[in-house]
């Protein structure tokens, strides 16, 4: 049985549109409330990074004539409005929730801090921390790895359209087999793209396991957490 106590969930924006491309899907962002709810009612603390690729990638961005560091910013206000509308969803289930932004924007939400979010998680919030790491060049995914250590996440997990880890793009390659448990060096060694370098390495520096899952798999997260069960792929020291 895991004993993960805090979590931090990273989620796809690009997944929150749905089929559609771009845009929120309600019912995708009601399905991540669900996921969320199933484990915070058993008084597991969550925090989430949510991605913005569903309304503005900064990198994208910078191939059709954006500046590289403008489109960044441009992606971190995205994370903002993703942020704030999963925070509705919430609210509207009846989940305590606060949005935390790693750039400041009264308003609308307060500026990240360690401390901040460590406190409102052990006051029974669900702790969004949008806005990226508040630096251009940096990904999502090493914002979720650089919160997961600041507020000492027992685990990372990242929602994606498969469901775990594979030696090869199962989506592309029918061949590609599934690794139910990885060690950090393996999966550098073999190239394998589970996130990026920068959130791969502070993941497995402050020995904090990742756990990929299919996060369109209803009740997924409850099993995993709360259950025990080896959905997804596991990758640590």
Known sequence: MNTYKRILLKLSGESLASGAGH?????????????????????????????????????????????????DYMGMLATVINSLALQSALDNAGIKSVVLSGIAIDPVCERMSRKRAIGLLEQGFVTIISGGTGNPFFTTDSAAALRAVEIKADVLLKGTRVDGVYTADPEKDPNATKFSEITFDEAYKRNLRIMDLTAFTLCSENDIPIIVFDVHKNGNLKEIILDGKANGTLVKN
């Open 23 to 71: 845009g929120i899907d309600a019912g995708m962002l009601n399905a991540y409330v669900e996921e969320i709810k199933s484990v915070y009612e058993k008084g597991i603390e969550v925090a989430v990074v949510l991605g913005g690729g569903n309304i503005f990638r900064g990198v994208s961005g910078s191939g059709k004539g954006f500046d590289r560091v403008q489109g």
